[in-house]
């Protein structure tokens, strides 16, 4: 495949992972409303039809694999490719976060790995599994309840409360690997962005200054969201509504 060829992969799978984290940022940031709006959001994407939740997931894995694998094809490439004089040069030119990349995507992939073992397999803390609450009406959709009773169900998992408990001062430093992390991707999406833009051609001179302040104020604003969930549970303005009950 041509160094052109990998570049366009790097974009492209990009250009997903940078809407899969917006869309997720903005799923995660109804923690802040009432406990059911998080509830009915967790119930109704368990259960999309015609199983498209795992469609999804499938898509996100490949771009994760393809993004990854083309970083480092790209990467050897680059090195084969320039002599160690004008690497150095190009070493010194680059900023702090082009420098990261590589750190920040290998600590990231980590932190995907626990962060589903966490919260979406739940095999970390198996209690989790067992936190279940009653829906009051008052999230998103409107017709929920009476779904549930059709089905013979009366309770959604709680996935309020799991949030709360995981991030709570109990898992104090779970809290500061999830805020660290956050801001690892916050930096490799300031230089993720702009480079995307460039290996599609869409960046030109005129525009590498105004793509690099959009990177840096959608990074900001990324890390704000993901990080103020935390920092909400740490603190006490997040409150569980069901207890914990570790199991043995």
């Not at 393809?66 to 190009?90: D, F, Q, S, W």
């Not at 009406?137 to 929920?144: A, D, I, K, L, Q």
Request: with cysteine.
């Amino acid at each position: 495949m041509s160094s052109l060829g990998k570049k366009y992969i790097m974009a492209l799978s990009g250009l997903v992972l940078v809407g899969f984290v917006i869309g997720h940022m903005v799923g995660n940031l109804q923690m802040f409303l009432h406990p059911d709006w998080i509830n009915e959001y967790a119930y109704k994407l368990q259960n999309l039809p015609y199983g498209l939740l795992w469609v999804v997931r499938l898509v996100l894995l490949v771009c994760v694999i393809a993004h990854i694998v083309t970083a480092i094809l790209l990467v050897v490439e680059n090195k084969r490719a320039r002599p160690a004089g004008y690497v150095e040069k190009a070493h010194l030119q680059a900023s702090f976060a082009s420098r990261t990349m590589r750190y920040s995507g290998t600590i990231l992939l980590v932190f995907i790995v626990f962060h589903i073992m966490h919260f979406t397999v739940q095999n970390i803390h198996p209690e989790f599994k067992e936190l279940e609450t009653q829906l009051e009406g008052v999230g998103t959709m409107h017709h929920v309840n009476d779904k549930l009773t059709a089905i013979g169900k009366t309770h959604v998992h709680d996935v309020y409360s799991m949030v709360v408990h995981g991030f709570g001062p109990r898992f104090w430093y779970v809290s500061v690997f999830y805020i660290i992390s956050m801001a690892l991707l916050c930096f490799h999406l300031m230089h993720g962005i702009s480079s995307m833009f460039q290996s599609l051609g869409l960046r030109n001179a005129a525009w590498r200054v105004r793509l690099d302040r959009i990177a840096l104020a959608l990074a900001i604003v990324v890390f704000i969201g993901f990080a103020s969930i935390p920092v909400a549970s740490l603190t006490g303005i997040l409150e569980p509504i069901t207890p914990l009950i570790a199991t043995h």
